[in-house]
């Protein structure tokens, strides 16, 4: 039988991950230091976790990037993932990056909902094209935006230019083969509801399925679905496996403005 919580075990595949939560928070902080146009703690929702942080250009904004961090919906929060907001920055993009309610307090449900609201809430502040972008988690979360299902409104929906799922989890059904949905939660029925895998697309908006070559097969694997699925409905789907990165350093490159992966965020490849 499968060790599914192996399939899963990023940080027990990667030798030193125990130590890049505090690098990361210490990267994000620095960054955040060294701001002049930063935005931060606005509220979309009543809720402690419902706020989003604003890094805006230097000059005219080009449109709206969000970022939605990963973590299994169970880790983290938007104070630890700032610099990587510098890539699309530095392209003339206002980028937010939202916390959200972490399980088991908030279902999977619940937190698709909240990132619908925290886009909605970002959008309403800055105009022009939206471009999505999310790791693991995070990249479930923005894949579902653009599901028949989807709970963003019409006037956010129709602004949404691409969406980027980086390393996502799109078929959710496997996580209730692991002690994490202990945590989570999850039904065979919500583990279905959530998988965009398993949706029919709301319209025709691009999609990139991004995934670090080095990663566990189980994260290539979800890609690959991905990609293979929604081409069938005509999306155009894309599905970049990128050598020698693991699921820890395949986002490291959205800090950087000439990288392959944040001209595919700003829509320069």
């Known amino acids: 039988m499968r060790d599914w919580d192996d399939a899963y075990a990023n940080s027990a595949h990667v030798p030193g991950s125990d130590k890049l939560p505090a690098l990361w928070a210490e990267r994000a902080a620095a960054y955040r230091a060294g701001l002049k146009l930063f935005k931060p703690d606005i509220a979309y929702g009543s809720g402690e976790r419902q706020r989003l942080d604003l890094i805006l250009p230097d000059g005219d904004s080009k449109g709206l990037v969000v970022f939605v961090h990963g973590g299994y919906w169970m880790r983290f929060d938007k104070s630890s993932w700032t610099d990587l907001a510098e890539g699309a920055r530095n392209h003339s993009w206002t980028v937010a990056l939202p916390s959200y309610t972490l399980t088991p307090a908030a279902r ?4 698709t909902a909240e990132i619908a609201a925290a886009i909605a809430s970002a959008a309403a502040q800055v105009s022009g094209p939206i471009r999505l972008a999310g790791h693991s988690a995070g990249g479930h979360l923005v894949t579902r935006m653009l599901c028949d299902d989807g709970p963003l409104e019409p006037e956010v929906y129709n602004r949404i230019a691409a969406t980027l799922s980086i390393s996502g989890l799109h078929d ?4 209730l083969k692991t002690r994490m949905n202990d945590t989570l ?3 065979m029925d919500e583990a279905t ?3 965009a895998a398993l949706h029919l697309p709301r319209g025709k ?3 990139t399925a991004w995934v670090g070559g080095s990663e ?3 994260f290539i694997r979800q890609a690959e679905l991905m990609a293979n699925i929604w081409t069938g409905f005509d999306v155009p789907t894309r599905l970049v496996v990128d050598p020698g990165y693991n699921h820890f350093t395949v986002v490291d490159g959205l800090k950087d403005p000439s990288s392959a992966i944040t001209r595919c965020l700003v829509g320069l490849d």
């Open 108 to 111: 999977i449900s619940a937190i």
């Open 172 to 175: 959710l059904r496997p996580l």
């Open 185 to 187: 939660g999850m039904s």
């Open 193 to 195: 509801h959530e998988s």
């Open 205 to 207: 908006s691009p999609l």
């Open 216 to 218: 566990r097969p189980e």
